[in-house]
């Protein structure tokens, strides 16, 4: 599928009442207002496209933007190829997308690492979904890495910025769901750390209470 091509089948895919659920999310820049149903189909019909993936990132779209990391090449992502993208990130919706590619990559760690040190939420924010998407993803990472992530974000997250708050509560949550060591862990730090309050805006977006979210989906797993 070519550039012209897929922005068009976007610009068809979009509606009003989705345009309006994305701005109370934070977008702000232009956009079809495209479903994450309807985006998916696309991905199918594209596959992987890692050359489409660059010129829809390129049109500045949010919907475009969104796509392009669903179709991009992991392989051929790391935290150089990834830095013209993290430093225009300018919402939730975004990170979680650009999250979930980066998650992917064999650079995923050094893209943690790298972003967890930046001084934006956005960025920071963006390392922590990463390693949410490592703990529940990618079996071959030691305990000790998360079991000294969740001391950072029980010394950090009180502290810290408001979506980088969020993305460390996910994190949380994504770590105490990985085994039966790490959730013991988890829930004893999300005691500690007790409730988490963020700013979702003009949103009905809710803060998961950490402990009652591992145990609802350790359950759910074991059944």
């Known amino acids: 599928m070519k550039l012209k091509e897929a922005m068009a ?60 990391t669903m179709v991009a090449d992991p392989a051929q992502v790391s935290t150089r190829t990834l830095a013209p993208w993290v430093e225009e990130l300018d919402h939730g919706l975004l990170i979680c997308a650009v999250a979930r590619l980066a998650g992917k990559a064999t650079s995923a760690l050094a893209c943690f690492e790298q972003w967890s040190k930046s001084d934006s939420d956005w960025i920071c924010g963006t390392a922590w979904y990463v390693l949410a998407e490592l703990a529940m993803g990618d079996k071959t990472i030691s305990d000790e890495l998360f079991e000294k992530q969740l001391k950072v974000i029980e010394r950090d997250i009180h502290k810290t910025k408001n979506e980088t708050k969020y993305c460390m509560n996910g994190a949380l949550i994504a770590i105490g769901v990985r085994n039966a060591k790490l959730e013991k862990l988890a829930l004893k730090a999300a005691e500690r750390i007790g ?5 979702h805006g003009d949103t009905a977006c809710k803060t998961p209470d950490a402990a009652a979210y591992i145990k609802k989906t350790v359950a759910r797993k074991k059944k």
Do not use: C, F
């Open 9 to 68: 089948a976007l610009a068809a895919a979009g509606d009003e009442k989705t345009r309006k659920t994305y701005a109370r999310h934070g977008v702000k820049r232009a956009m079809y207002g495209v479903s994450y149903a309807a985006l998916e189909k696309l991905r199918k019909a594209i596959k992987v496209d890692h050359e489409l993936a660059q010129q829809l990132w390129n049109t500045g779209n949010h919907d475009a933007r969104v796509l392009a």
């Open 195 to 199: 409730k988490v309050e963020v700013d």
